[in-house]
C-alpha cells in the first residue's frame, strides 16, 4: 500500500464491474492497478477509460506484489475460488453478493476465511445507501421506540433475460437476498422464515420454475416482524421502499425520482415525473460509500463493512425463503 492510495486489482468488467472500475479511478484514497476479466476486450476497454494493467492471467493479480486489495465482481461461481485464493495471498477483498448459491460450499470456506486475519467483505451496498442508513440509526437511537414492524419493499423495472433467471439460484438468492441482507441490518435476530411466491408475467420465470413475484415474513427473537414484497416488474420504475414502525412512530423512507419538479393544472395536481428507472442510478452514491467504507477496513481502521458472515446469513435466509415458497412452510433459521 503507497502513503495515499490503496492499490486495486479488480477481477470481473461487466455491468457492476465497470461501476466499481469508475468508483476507484475517482476515490482520492485508491488506484486501480491491476484489471482482469477472461474476456480480455473488456478488461481492456476499463483499464483504457479508468486504468490500471491488464492481467493476462488471473495469477498474476494474486504474485504481483504491488496489490493491496482485490474487488470482485466476477460472476457468482467464480466467488468461492477467488475470496480462498485472497485469502491465501493474504490481500483484502471486497466480493459482490451472493458468495455463492450453495451454501455448503460457503460452509467449506467459512473456517479459513473466520481462521484468518485477511478482511473479507460482501457487497451489501444498500446498507450504506444515505436514506437507509439514516433510517436504521434512528431506529437504533430509539426515535420510535422498540421496532415492532419493518417492511421493505422490493421491485424492479422490468424481469431480466430468461437465460440469466436459469442460473440466478432463483428470485430469493438473486433478488430478494439484497432485502434480507437489509433486514438483518435491521432487525439481526431472525429466528424463523415464511415466503410464498407466483409466477405472474414473466415466461422466464415460468420456463424456469422461478417467481416473478413473492413475499416473505420474518420473525426476529424479539417478536419484531419483518415484511418483503418483491415483483420483477414495476410500471412506475425502480420502486425502493422502507417503512419502519415503532410504538412512538414511524420512519419512512420514499422512491427516488427522477427530477423534483412537479406540475398541477386543471388535469391533475402535483403530477410528478417517474422514479428512477434503473439501480445503478438509485444506488450510485451507496456504491461509492461502500467503497469508502471497505478502504477503512483494508487499512485496519474500524469499519462497517458487512461481512462474510453477513453474506452466509444473507444465503441462508434465501435458501430458507426458497424452501418455504416450495414446501409452504415456516422454516426455522439459525444464523449463527
Known sequence: MTADHVRFALIGTGRIGQVHAANIAANPDATLAWVYDP???GAHAVAQRHGGVVASELETVFSSGDVDAVLISSP??????LIERA????IPALCEKPIDLDL???????PKVEASAVPVALGFNRRF???FASARARVAAGEIGPLEQLSIISRDPAPPPASYVGVSGGIFRDMTIHDLDMA???????????????????D???????FDTAQVVLRAASGTLVTITNSRHSAMGYDQRLEAFGGRGVLQVANAGTSLVSVSTADSVEAKPPYQDFFLERYA???????DEFIKLVRGAPSTSPTFADGRAALVLADAAQRSAIERVVVPVNLS
Open 39 to 41: 474476456i480480455a476486450e
Open 76 to 81: 457468482t461461481p467464480t466467488h468461492v475460488d
Open 87 to 90: 485469502v491465501d495471498a493474504d
Open 104 to 110: 455448503a460450499r460457503v460452509d467449506a470456506l467459512r
Open 129 to 131: 445507501d444515505a436514506a
Open 184 to 202: 438483518r441490518f435491521f432487525v439481526p435476530d431472525i429466528v424463523d422464515v415464511f415466503a410464498t411466491g407466483s409466477a405472474l408475467f414473466d
Open 204 to 210: 422466464g420465470a415460468r420456463e424456469h420454475g422461478d
Open 285 to 291: 452514491g451507496a456504491y461509492a460509500a461502500e467503497l
